[in-house]
């Protein structure tokens, strides 16, 4: 489904007729540079799945308008492919779906075994209970579970779940890090499952080779580390989210394994909203990098706290950018450390990154007075899903394996 919407430039008065295609999710946001005068405008729009309606809303630098201008195309969830942007009845999504299939044969198969059937559906809309299925929607019920819970407000979330769980597909109230554990593992995808699956391989590796290790691990961990965790998690997550139009438009690529098209680009460009994300989520995978180093000390047949060459407490003392180097050589771990890249994490934290926004480059500067690197924008925004994706993957893992949930007079 498109919308045609028509505005005009706050600043210079230049009118654009937008073509705005539907997503999954009760509220999308776009973000693009006035075809005249280039300076950002924001348009949102809210999406009403009950009623079957939508209703864009002018966020910045934009005012409704009677008029027809030049055309922007802007899709929330595919790429644009550029002699495709601006043409009036042509149909981008159509091109790209048709690409991926092309690319990904399983595409198709895939869709049907995971759609509902008729009759579910059926079923639902009578019930009148029928919900959305962005996960923009499944954020709202769990970003407030999680922050209740994380607050000891056990009352609270406790009634709070009672009264909403079927709204949001649960067939019972559900505790606290199932909501948790729900959410992590459809943001994360494909690569949170790849992650969970590697931890969990060495992890059971780690059980045969000294099971008292290993559990002498899980007690540090959840005493030491793991309530940090899921608050920084939370932040880092509740940012994402805050933005997830922009980095939902090249989520299936990576989901699916297939390329963006060199010629393609985001229809949206917000790089002032993001270019902080990736930077943090750095700073948090990072400082919890613990686990899977000392892990990877019970597989290699030592106690939990001793490395190679460290001893936990110097291992804590290390850059953030080298605490993966211990398990570099696990490739059932090592994977958890591929989408770290220092450089852009300097980059960002110092302020030394700018948005080409006619070229559609970002450009960075990892260190004082060093050479100025670029990357596409599209790639920035690929890290920063699979970057927040490992985070996903390892609070999956932390509940599913560690359990937090039980008390330790139950071990």
Known sequence: MIVRYCISCDTCGHHHTLRINVGGNPYQEHNFGCRHCGEPIKIGMNVDYENLSTQPVPVSNCVPSDQEGEIVTLHPELMVPDDLQGRDFAFPSLHEMF??????????????????????????????????????HDWEFAKRVWSLFLR???????????????????????????????????????????????????????????????????????????????????????????????????????????????????????????????????????????????????????????????????????KKANRHRPFQNNTNLSQIADALNNQIRNASHHGRMQFNHQSGYVLYCPTIGGDVKEMKYVKYLMLCNSIVQTIAGLACFLIAELHPEKPKASM
Request: aromatic residues 12%; charged residues 25%; glycine residues 4%.
């Open 99 to 136: 690409r991926i299939r092309q690319e990904d044969p399983t595409f198709n198969a895939d869709i049907v075994n995971t759609s509902p059937s008729v009759e579910e559906t059926l079923t639902g809309w009578e019930r009148g209970d029928r919900t959305p299925p962005g996960v923009a």
């Open 152 to 318: 000891g407000e056990h009352d609270v979330y406790s009634n709070y779940i009672k009264r909403e769980h079927a709204n949001y597909r649960f067939d019972e109230p559900p505790h606290p890090y199932v909501v948790i554990y729900a959410f992590c593992a459809r943001i994360g995808q494909k690569r949170a499952e790849e992650v969970f699956v590697g931890l969990q391989k060495e992890w059971e590796k780690a059980g045969t080779v000294n099971s008292k290790q290993r559990d002498a691990l899980r007690e540090y961990f959840l005493d030491n580390h793991a309530l940090d965790f899921f608050s920084d998690t939370l932040t880092v997550i509740s940012e994402y989210m805050a933005h997830f139009s922009e980095f939902s438009q090249v989520l299936i690529y990576q989901d699916r394994d297939v390329s963006v098209g060199p010629d393609s680009n985001p229809s949206s460009s917000a790089f002032d909203s993001t270019k902080m994300l990736y930077g943090n989520a750095f700073e948090h995978l990072t400082s919890f990098l613990t686990l899977p180093a000392c892990l990877n000390n019970v597989v290699e047949a030592r106690s939990y706290e001793t490395f190679k060459e460290l001893t936990l407490e110097k291992y804590l003392k290390l």
